[in-house]
């Protein structure tokens, strides 16, 4: 089984404006209310790709509760643990008609040690083949090493591991050598304290966050595709497919879906990067998380370039 650990979870309230102005009333023309979250994002595409997971993590007060009723609507198990107080955040995503999006992201409710406890008794509980995913940001209050914990619980057992997550919560986790860790560009400059200029220089990157513990890693580069660099030292540049940007948020964890699932089906790592990035693109160019069929359609075409 596949299990994705969302730490704090949102519901993400996105309002379509036809141009946002701070300091003034604006109102939106158009609305929706999506479940959310870095990790219930994998999950939801997962399932959108044929894919069973069960999402974990934690949920507070009525917006938690309509997050758990979507995602159990849309087929997806879930194995929450309920806070006692506070509420999951309401993440807010601001469209302008000029393509820019804005993103306002709540700090969420606190999470207690006997919270943080009852998560690592489930990951302990996971079973050799099992796949645990961390990914996202934690509330303030908890501790930057709990993605450590939550690898270090799953140790032992034959569990692929990966991580999606800023340096903080990353490195912690690397002792316990994550298959797969998806940075983006920014986020890869952030772990190595250094802007990557050249190719040369993200390729070098890469590598260096290889040798500090990374199996494999996927550089999301938004429209440039990404850089993949393999445990087994194989280098790929992917290009991103060309078409109508619709809504980038969660395309990143389209992308760890999208390599996931293609995991599952026997494909080599180079057919699961691929797919990551069809995955991702397929997303950028959907209001919505990205559906099957306009993965594998872009998939063949990246597919033809890539893996001729
Ligand atoms: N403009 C675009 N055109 C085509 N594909 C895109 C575009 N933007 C994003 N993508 C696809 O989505 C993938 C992930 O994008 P990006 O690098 O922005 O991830 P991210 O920063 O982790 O995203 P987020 O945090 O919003 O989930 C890219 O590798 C690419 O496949
Ligand atoms: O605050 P975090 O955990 O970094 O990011 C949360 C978030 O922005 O990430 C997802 C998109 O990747 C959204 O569904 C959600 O609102």
């Known amino acids: 089984m596949i299990y994705t650990v969302t730490m704090n979870p949102s519901l993400d309230y996105v309002m379509v404006l036809k141009e946002a102005r701070l300091g003034e009333l604006n109102r939106s023309s158009r609305e929706m209310h999506l479940s959310g979250g870095k990790g219930i994002n994998v999950s939801i595409v997962l399932n959108n790709l044929g894919i069973r997971s069960t999402c974990l993590g934690f949920l507070a007060g009525y917006v938690g509760r309509e997050i758990e009723r979507e995602l159990r609507q849309r087929g997806c198990h879930t194995d929450f643990i309920e806070l006692e107080s ?122 260096e966050l290889q040798e500090k513990g990374a199996r494999n890693i996927l550089v999301s580069l938004g429209r440039d595709g990404a850089f993949f660099l393999s445990e087994n030292g194989e280098e790929l540049w992917i290009n991103a497919p060309k078409g109508t940007v619709i809504n980038t948020v969660g395309s990143g964890d389209s992308m760890v879906a999208g390599f996931i699932s293609s995991r599952e089906c026997g494909k080599s790592l180079r057919e699961c990067a691929c797919y990551a990035v069809a995955a991702g693109s397929a997303g950028a160019f959907s209001e919505l998380l990205p559906e099957r069929g306009r993965t594998e359609q872009l998939y063949r075409e990246i597919s033809e370039n890539q893996l001729a």
């Open 86 to 207: 506070g509420c999951t955040r309401i993440n807010v995503k601001v469209k302008e008609v000029c393509g820019r999006e804005s993103e306002l992201n709540g700090n969420g409710p606190e999470i207690d040690e006997r919270g943080l406890k009852r998560l690592e008794e489930k990951v302990s509980a996971l079973q050799d083949q099992d796949t645990l995913i961390l990914s996202g940001n934690v509330p303030q209050g908890v501790a930057a090493d709990v993605y450590g914990r939550l690898a270090a619980a799953a140790q032992g057992k034959r569990v692929t591991l990966v991580v999606d997550a800023e340096k903080s919560l990353l490195f912690p986790a690397l002792p316990y050598r994550p298959f797969l860790i998806k940075p983006n560009l920014s986020e890869l400059s952030g772990m190595l304290g250094k802007r990557l200029k050249t190719r040369e220089e993200l390729a070098e990157g890469s590598r």
